[in-house]
């Protein structure tokens, strides 16, 4: 296993239209964030899952926003009606937390959405 | 609320050290954190320390804890082009999400 990794890496669409993202951890962590980065900024974060749950959402997260984690591996990010002010850099991260005290966060290469 | 803040540029000469200074607000973070990003790339989790240490180091990395100021401070000595990236500090809250600065960007001179 090579690391996080997000799918796809790049998406342009038009203002109204649903996109969908998806972002496979490292194997066996069992936590996952999603988080957001616009530019000149660092990352914001919009909510995280431990093995299927998700436990905490940001309140960036609009109702447009969904995110599941259906079997605890994968997850899954979609954004419905589009709108340009979502353009940003999707960003997933994994971690084996609690356990391990979940001190490290490893951050995939990320998704790039541009809004028409 | 909870709030990192950075300076926004740093210039440095090859072979000199660089300091990149943070502060942040919440006084119950429990890990501190520096992550480096290249253009392009994702970002990479450079280190990290426990909030009852004051200091780390990590080969030409130096990191220092001031708790009672909340500063931050990420040190690299002998500094070279490729150290050329923003660099973020982030701290862990609640149920670990990380709250970030807004980077700072290293440039390298040879």
């Known amino acids: 296993d090579t690391g996080v990794s997000q799918d796809p890496r790049h998406k342009i669409t038009k203002r109204g239209q649903n996109v969908t993202f998806r972002c496979d951890p490292i194997?066996?962590?069992?936590?996952l964030y999603w988080y957001r980065q616009t530019l000149g900024q660092g990352p914001e974060f919009l909510t995280y899952?431990?093995?299927?749950?998700?436990?905490?959402k940001s309140r960036l997260l609009s109702d447009r926003f969904s995110a599941e984690r259906p079997k605890g591996s994968f997850s899954t990010l979609e954004i419905q009606r589009t709108e340009q002010g979502d353009s940003a850099m999707y960003l997933c991260?994994?971690?084996?937390?609690?356990?391990?005290?979940?001190?490290?966060?490893?951050f995939g290469p990320g998704t790039r959405l541009t809004v028409l | 609320g909870e709030d990192v803040e950075q300076s926004l540029f740093l210039s440095v000469r090859e072979g000199d050290s660089s300091v990149i200074n943070c502060t942040y607000t919440d006084s119950s973070s429990t890990y501190l954190y520096w992550y480096k990003q290249e253009p392009g790339a994702g970002l990479q989790l450079l280190t990290y320390i426990f909030s009852n240490m004051d200091m780390k180091q990590d080969q030409r990395l130096t990191v220092l804890l001031n708790k009672k100021d909340k500063h931050l401070s990420l040190r690299i000595a002998d500094t070279q082009t490729g150290d050329s990236a923003i660099y973020f500090c982030?701290?862990?809250?609640?149920?670990?999400?990380?709250?970030f600065g807004k980077g700072t960007k290293l440039s390298v001179k040879p």
């Open positions: 982030a701290e862990s809250v609640s149920q670990g999400n990380l709250i």
């Open positions: 899952f431990q093995n299927e749950a998700q436990l905490e």
């Open positions: 991260a994994s971690s084996s937390g609690p356990l391990a005290g979940d001190r490290e966060q490893f």
């Open positions: 194997s066996e962590h069992n936590r």
